[in-house]
């Protein structure tokens, strides 16, 4: 089945600097991949849309300067959070389906990534 | 932004018993799916069920769907210690658009 890659699985990083995040869909082409964000025993919130060769939609209260989303093939989302403060500590999760064969069908997820910021 | 809500929050049962959880959301969709999430990890997809579809099964694990209610149904037969982990129900409204998630319900089951 259709497989979805995320990189790193965990990191920690010093307060102020910057981290990527990759989410790679393996198998298939993604036109969109979407990023959400789990704090600790709450639910997965939508942070933004990612398009591929076009900007990316936030969701309202998610800071499009802090989080910079990159979608430069088909096949490859990044996510970089700037500037990291303790706060952005969270984990952060990708996702993306198989819009050429089945549109509206299971979302494939990434193994998420744990970010801790110290 | 959440749309399904889950209920209950959190669920404790013994080994060998049933486990049921319910999700309810908010506007049309075109299916709903319901994801696990063992702690700290990633998602793994259980069970899609569609608009037009009021009941599915998969090995031990039962869904019902009831679009007039808008609310779903998850229900577990035969529980193992292994099935410890958060259930969500998540909504697909249509093709492009993102997964929508519930607050989760998470289980533990007692061996």
């Known amino acids: 089945g259709a497989v979805v890659s995320q990189h790193p699985s965990w990191v920690i990083c010093k307060s102020g600097t910057s981290v990527k995040i990759e989410c790679r869909s393996l198998?298939?082409?993604?036109?969109?991949m979407f990023w959400y964000r789990q704090f600790p025993k709450q639910s997965l919130m939508l942070m933004a849309t990612?398009?591929?060769?076009?900007?990316?939609?936030?969701e309202q209260g998610v800071e499009k300067d802090k989080f910079l989303i990159n979608h430069a093939s088909l096949t490859l989302s990044t996510l970089t959070v700037t500037s990291a403060h303790p706060e952005d500590s969270s984990f952060y999760i990708c996702s993306a389906r198989d819009q050429v064969s089945v549109p509206t069908t299971e979302a494939f997820f990434g193994q998420g990534t744990r970010l801790t910021v110290v | 932004s959440q749309q399904g809500e889950e209920d209950p929050q959190a669920l404790s049962i013994q080994e060998g018993e049933n486990a049921t959880m319910n999700c309810s959301y908010k506007t049309s969709i075109n299916n709903l799916q319901w994801y696990r999430q063992n702690s700290g990890r990633g998602l793994v997809h259980l069970i899609l069920i569609r608009s037009n579809e009021r009941e599915k099964h998969s090995g031990r694990l039962r869904v019902t769907l009831d679009t007039s209610k808008k609310s779903s149904s998850l229900l577990i037969t035969a529980s193992r210690a292994a099935d410890t982990a958060s259930y969500f129900c998540a909504t697909l409204n249509s093709g492009n658009t993102p997964l929508v998630f519930g607050k989760g319900t998470r289980l533990s089951v007692i061996a």
């Open positions: 990612s398009n591929e060769g076009s900007k990316a939609t936030y």
């Open positions: 198998d298939f082409q993604a036109t969109t």
